[in-house]
C-alpha cells in the first residue's frame, strides 16, 4: 500500500480560507436580500412611509453580526457536510487537490463521519483553534475534528484529482 501524502497545516488553511470566502459572499448576499426583505415591510409598507420606531434597533450591528452568524451556520453545516461526503473534498480543497479519507482504508468518508467532521470544527475552535493547530504537530496532520470522525486529510496527485 502506498503511504499518502498528508495535507499539511499551512496548505488547509489556505483551503479554508477559500472556503470562508466562498461561505461569506453567499451569506452576505442572503444578508442583504432578508435586511432589504425586513425594510420593504417595515418601511415601504407603512401608510406614512416613515421609519417606525426601533427600526433602526433591529438593524444596528450587533444585529446585523447575529443575523450573519446564523446565516453563516446554516449554510456551512450542509455545505461541508454534502462536499465532504459526495465529493470527499470542498471547493476549496478541491482547488488544491486535498482530500477527506477514510483513516482505515483511505476510501470515502461516510454521512456520519462527514457530519461529526462538521460538527468537530467548532471543537476545533475551542479554545484559541488548538485543535485546527494540532495538524502542524500530528505525524498524519490530523486535525481534532479528523481524530473525532476517523479521517484525515491527503494530497492526491493530480492525474488522480481529476
Known amino acids: 500500500m502506498v503511504t499518502p501524502k498528508y495535507a499539511g497545516f499551512w496548505i488547509r488553511f489556505v483551503a479554508e480560507m477559500i472556503d470562508n470566502t466562498i461561505l461569506s459572499l453567499v451569506v452576505i448576499i442572503g444578508e442583504l436580500i432578508l435586511i432589504g426583505m425586513i425594510y420593504w415591510i417595515f418601511v415601504l409598507k407603512t401608510p406614512t412611509g416613515e421609519t417606525p420606531r426601533g427600526f433602526l434597533d433591529v438593524l444596528g450591528p450587533v444585529w446585523i453580526q447575529v443575523i ?95
Not at 462536499?83 to 456520519?112: A, S
Not at 502542524?136 to 492525474?159: C, N, Q, W, Y
Open 68 to 162: 450573519y452568524c446564523i446565516l453563516y451556520a446554516l449554510l456551512s453545516i450542509p455545505y461541508y457536510t454534502y462536499w465532504h461526503f459526495q465529493h470527499g473534498t470542498t471547493i476549496g480543497k478541491k482547488m488544491l487537490g486535498i482530500y477527506v479519507v477514510n483513516e482505515k482504508n483511505l476510501g470515502k468518508i461516510t454521512l456520519k463521519q462527514s457530519l461529526i467532521r462538521c460538527f468537530g470544527y467548532a471543537v476545533s475552535s475551542l479554545p484559541l483553534s488548538a485543535g485546527y493547530i494540532m495538524a502542524a504537530f500530528h505525524p498524519e496532520k490530523r486535525a481534532l475534528h479528523d481524530l473525532m470522525a476517523g479521517t484525515v486529510s491527503i494530497i492526491r496527485p493530480k492525474s488522480r484529482a481529476a
